[in-house]
């Protein structure tokens, strides 16, 4: 079953590159791939017992076993609604791409393979077969964004590439130290036996692994990357960007640095809260500083990931469970907000926000979708994001009150930019050379309603997603208390 | 009365809103049946609010006790939500309920042929269902929530006219209403704080259990002291209390019902609502009690001093509505809860209809500047006669509603000598009373009094600069009975409200019901503090006769003479300037935007170029990559693993 969801979007892409006769089908069947693993993730997502512990829908082999090397799948509370994002945020990144005109069969191709990667990371439950995911992902974003992208986007493919190989590189020495160690890349065996680290100390390999997925939330100061390659790639590539790959990230946090290290995780928590406060606060002032749409968005992700990274650091159930739900909350808002920016660009051919300004009576529906999209990333209550950062300070204040209450102050600032940029993009009077423009078609609109959707009823009824990360976390909350604290 | 019941005194306005948002696809922008389901769903929820207070009043603990609902079980964590229906509830959601009803009904006539009708009753009924909820909510988060959902209805309606062609007649509608949300959200974050600190401490988020742990003093000190101010920030950012009042004189910018229904009658009150049903935790710390009271009494004469010469009706109106809002907390502060919700109620009647009436007014001067008025008496008796009664019972004139509810605030300032400077208090509190009475009545005069001085046509002219010739003659008149009903509906209240809080019985009225309803125990009365207040307010009705009418002292000339002060106060003690000019625009957006900047170009790109090129001196790695071939580069790292791994297993 796993299998299938990871690779059927990568063998889908295959044989339609393959087959499919015209641009025309090469979307269709994009879109049907896309949902069929959209249904395949909920099925897996649904059927989750939340009292067992253990990974569920486990498919194990020996793969290379000169070396141990296993193909390990699993998914848990943590992961299962991940992967159920993932599904989502494909689908999505298919019907926003539907208006690609340059090399559409490629375009689609590199985007079914990348969600294939994303995917992949997500329910890998070998180090290596992780490590392999984690690198897949790169090509098609790097392709995505230097092909299909805008502005310098050569050089922020590069840049993106290089700060990820690099940082690659760290994580895999770190896994290499660990498999020198103990022997094996199991993940569960390695969390239940942890072994003696050899070569460098435990910290050490904490830190090597650590930068890699450092990069990719990103904290402070590892962010550079960002801004440029999510205003330079294609609203697809924005989407899968900013809606789940930056969460591998924090779930390679969760699932490894904080799993297999969680004296570690303890010891250094106090460096962990300093750089989260700083993303929140630093990001949130750098939005002030921006003109384009995009890169607005971009630097207020920054921002966001900073409330997840807090989440993790207090180490404890409430505020763990936030920062996983930041992560999903994220994943569906700031993609949405991808997506509005994207449309707004194709429609009135600007990003540029001082030439923006009175679209609200041009285009009701798109102004509403950012609206609901910026009221969820501001925290608004009765949406996702509320509930993800209460639950975050909820847990965070008891070990952190300083820093919390620091980092509550993102909060002001994330109402400032927000309205600042729906003030000066929507309202205000209407400018004549927006007069001819229209508003979203219903191909553009399906995916916009799909997300309300997930920002309204997690918003409204959050247990439906707050439960599994709860039981998911549960385990590694456990090994904390184990690890004396 | 079933908890259901209670549940849909919230979800009839709820329902309207997704209703009307639902029907919006497939009517007019301007289709008037969002009024009617609008109107008849706060019917509805307004006569469950009146079952309900009956049914509170009979219940012998004045609460119907409702059990809450698990919403979110996180570990050791539960959210829950749930009603609470006590005297606190049940006379705050008929207030909210029988006011907004009455600002509905107004608005089908004002706001008729306006582009945005549907979308207007939509966001009504948003705010409406928001604030019953905040009024009825049980737990601190779930307060939140509807906390943050009236800030978000009143962002939208204050801006209402900020988008497409309505934007070019109000161009600062946009700013006006990200102003409302940020400012009060800066004390929201004080608010968030709070809660989450109750919870740290007493490990629950219910209002009831949080009290009684606070009663049984196993939370107490200086955490109880904070979680107090924390509480209190939130207040002070909704209740436009200095020195977040900022936001407020400038929502006016909204459509006029919105004005009367959120920012005088109902939001605008929540702070004090807030700290009334938190009241044990203020109780218990006398530092939280004192800073509630002396912020209270302070904002009761700085903006009332600011209310002295603004030309603008509404403004005159927002900065009365801060002013008493400062009232509340004041009595609050000492302690006295009851008057302070008396007169949060009676408040909000007279204060609903004085911004009506000034809708009205402004339906046929066409502007809300009164210098550009004067001489509306004759054209709209029942405008001037209905604002006239709420402007005096403002004043606290006796018998009026606001003479019982003011002269309550001013005993408990009088008697209590709880907190430091209580006697410096009410002094503050009896000299802002007499500032009311010359505000008041300046407006009145202002704007009834005297010859018609040509409403928008002059305004337009004076604008222009072009020499002011005869305004031009248009026929002066009363609004529609629709507009003019709601007014007397409310005079009602108005005139007679102070009969449920007499000092003595009277026709089965009286003896301090509504007090005692409110906090169990009766209050006194005393002739004194009610004769000095009346002075003070007598005396500022006289010097805007002599001002106004009589013309003994000309209001420019004493401009002159006080032109320091007068430029002062036009300028609004200049918190506008230092909070938008200097805070946010140079600390802000230039000094620290400025360093993030130079520390993302100067240290962070430069070090990561820098390590870049280390990479490519030392592996030309990137020669590869530049010709494109990065498949080629994913399978050397490949080739690198597996080499890595065979020296391992050959030498590991």
Same mark, same amino acid.
Request: hydrophobic share 55%; charged share 10%; net charge neutral.
């Given at each position: ?12 892409? !295959? ?32 059927? !989750? ?63 079914? !393979? ?62 290499? &130290? ?36 450092? &990069? ?223 508003? &979203? ?45 | ?62 609460? @119907? ?436 809080? @007499? ?150």
């Amino acid at each position: 079953m796993l299998t299938a969801i990871v690779f059927l979007p990568a063998v889908g892409a !295959i044989l339609m590159a393959l087959l499919a006769r015209s641009d025309r089908q090469v979307r269709f069947l994009s879109l049907l791939i896309t949902l069929s693993v959209l249904v395949l993730a909920l099925v897996v997502w649904a059927t !989750i017992d939340l009292d067992d512990p253990n990974p569920q829908w486990v498919q194990r082999y020996q793969w290379i076993s000169a070396f141990d090397v296993q193909y390990f799948l699993g998914v848990d509370g943590l992961s299962a609604p991940l992967l159920g994002l993932t599904g989502l945020l494909g689908v999505a990144a298919v019907l926003i791409s539907w208006g690609i005109k340059h090399r559409t069969r490629e375009f689609f191709f590199w985007l079914l !393979i990348l969600q294939t990667g994303i995917t992949g990371v997500f329910v890998s439950l070998d180090l290596l077969l992780f490590f392999m995911f984690w690198e897949v992902e790169l090509i098609p974003m790097f392709l995505l964004i230097s092909i299909w992208g805008s502005g310098r986007r050569e050089y922020s493919a590069m840049k993106f590439l290089l700060y990820t190989m690099l940082s690659s590189a760290l994580m895999l020495a770190g896994m290499l &130290v660990l498999y020198f160690s103990a022997g094996t890349f199991d993940m569960i065996a390695l969390r239940d036996a942890p072994p003696s680290i050899a070569l460098i100390t435990a910290p050490g390999v904490f830190f090597l692994l650590l930068a890699a997925f450092a &990069v990719k939330l990103p904290v402070w100061p590892f962010h550079t990357w960002l801004p440029d390659a999510h205003t330079d790639a294609p609203t697809a590539a924005s989407v899968m960007l900013a809606g789940v790959m930056l969460k591998m990230g924090a779930y390679g946090i969760f699932r490894i640095c904080i799993s297999l290290f969680p004296e570690v995780a303890r010891d250094y928590s106090d460096l962990l809260v300093t750089l989260a406060v700083v993303s929140v606060l630093y990001g949130a002032v750098m939005v002030f500083r921006q003109h384009d749409l995009k890169r607005l968005i971009a630097y207020s992700s920054i921002s966001h990931m900073g409330f997840v990274l807090l989440g993790i650091a207090s180490l404890g159930q409430v505020g763990m469970t936030g920062a996983a739900m930041q992560m999903f909350a994220h994943g569906t808002i700031t993609a949405m907000l991808f997506m509005v920016a994207g449309l707004v660009y194709e429609k009135a051919h600007t990003r540029h926000i001082p030439d923006l300004g009175g679209l609200a009576s041009r285009m009701p529906l798109l102004t509403i979708a950012f609206m609901i999209a910026g009221l969820a990333a501001l925290g608004l209550p009765s949406m996702s994001g509320f509930v993800a950062e209460i639950l975050i300070f909820l847990g965070s204040f008891g070990v952190y009150r300083e820093a919390t209450i620091l980092a509550m102050f993102g909060l002001v600032l994330s109402a400032g930019y927000i309205l600042w940029t729906a003030q000066r993009v929507f309202f205000g009077p209407e400018k004549p050379r927006f007069a001819a423009i229209g508003d &979203v078609t219903l191909v553009e609109a399906a995916p916009l309603a799909g997300m309300i959707a997930a920002i309204m009823v997690v918003g409204i009824y959050p247990s439906f997603v707050t439960d599994f990360f709860d039981a998911g976390l549960a385990p590694i909350v456990d090994l904390l208390g184990a690890a004396g604290g | 009365m079933p908890e259901f019941a209670s549940w849909l005194i919230f979800l009839l306005p709820l329902l309207s809103f997704v209703l009307i948002v639902g029907l919006r696809p497939f009517v007019g922008a301007e289709w008037r049946g969002a009024g009617v389901i609008t109107i008849v769903s706060i019917l509805a929820a307004f006569a469950l609010a009146l079952t309900a207070l009956a049914a509170t009043i009979g219940n012998d603990a004045h609460d @119907l006790g409702y059990r809450p609902h698990d919403w979110l079980t996180i570990g050791p964590l539960v959210i829950r939500v749930g009603l609470v229906m006590d005297s606190l509830t049940a006379v705050m959601v008929v207030v909210v309920t029988g006011v907004s009803l009455l600002v509905q009904i107004y608005s089908t006539e004002y706001m008729r042929g306006d582009k945005g009708y549907v979308r207007y009753f939509a966001y009504m009924s948003l705010f409406t269902a928001s604030m019953l909820g905040l009024v009825m909510a049980s737990n601190l988060v779930f307060l939140y929530m509807f906390w943050e959902l009236v800030g978000l209805s009143s962002y939208l309606l204050i801006g209402f006219w900020g988008q497409g062609k309505a934007a070019e007649e109000h161009p600062r509608a946009g700013d006006a209403a990200k102003k409302a949300f940020i400012v009060t959200r800066l004390g929201d974050v004080g608010f968030l704080a709070a809660i989450v600190w109750a919870y740290v401490a007493t490990g629950t988020l219910e209002i009831a259990e949080i009290h009684a742990m606070v009663a049984a003093g196993a939370f107490a000190g200086v955490g109880v002291t904070w979680l107090a101010l924390g509480i209190f920030a939130g207040a002070v950012g909704k209740s436009g209390q200095f020195p977040l009042h900022v936001w407020l004189p400038d929502a006016m910018e909204g459509p006029t019902p919105v004005s009367a229904l959120i920012h005088a009658a109902t939001m605008v009150a929540a702070g004090v609502f807030l700290v009334a049903r938190l009241f044990p935790i203020f109780e218990a710390s006398e530092g939280a009690m004192t800073t509630v009271a002396w912020i209270g009494g302070g904002t009761a004469i700085f903006a009332a001093s600011m209310a002295l010469v603004s030309n603008d009706i509404k403004r005159v109106l927002a900065y009365s509505t801060i002013s008493q809002l400062g009232y509340m907390m004041l009595a609050l502060g000492m302690g006295a809860v009851g008057p302070a919700i008396f007169h949060l109620v009676v408040h909000a009647f007279f204060k609903a209809l004085l911004f009506m009436g000034a809708g009205s007014v402004h339906h046929t001067a066409h502007t809300y500047d009164m210098r550009f008025m004067g001489g509306l008496r004759r054209p709209m008796p029942w405008t001037f006669a209905t604002m006239l009664v709420a402007g005096v019972a403002l004043i606290g004139v006796f018998p009026l509603s606001g003479f019982w509810s003011k002269d309550s605030v001013l005993h408990a300032a009088s008697i209590n000598g709880l907190i430091g400077g209580a006697e410096a208090l009410y002094w503050i509190a009896v000299l802002a009373a007499g500032l009311t009475g010359f505000y008041v009545f300046r407006m009145l005069f202002m704007t009834f009094a005297g010859e018609y001085r040509g409403g928008a046509e002059a305004e337009a002219t004076a604008e222009s600069g072009a020499a002011a010739g005869p305004p031009p003659r248009r026929r002066l008149h009363e609004s529609p009975w629709i507009m003019v009903a709601p007014l007397a509906v409310l005079a009602v209240p108005v005139l007679f409200a102070g009969l449920a809080d @007499l000092p003595w019985d009277l026709f089965g009225f009286g003896a301090f019901a509504m007090t005692g309803f409110l906090t169990g125990h009766v209050e006194t009365f005393s002739t004194s503090v009610a004769a000095v207040s009346s002075a003070a307010g007598a005396l500022g009705i006289v010097v805007a006769y002599s001002m106004y009418v009589q013309g003994l002292l000309s209001p420019s000339v004493l401009g002159q003479r006080l032109r320091p002060l007068h430029t002062l106060l036009v300028n609004r003690y200049y918190l506008d300037h230092l909070y938008e000019g200097v805070v946010v625009r140079h600390v802000l957006i230039r000094v620290l935007g400025l360093t993030a900047e130079v520390i993302e170009g100067q240290f962070i790109e430069r070090a990561v170029n820098g390590v870049a090129l280390i990479g490519r001196n030392v592996g030309r790695i990137p020669v590869a990559m530049q010709n494109g071939q990065v498949q080629a580069y994913g399978a050397m790292i490949s080739i690198g693993i597996v080499l890595i791994l065979a020296g391992f297993w050959i030498w590991g």
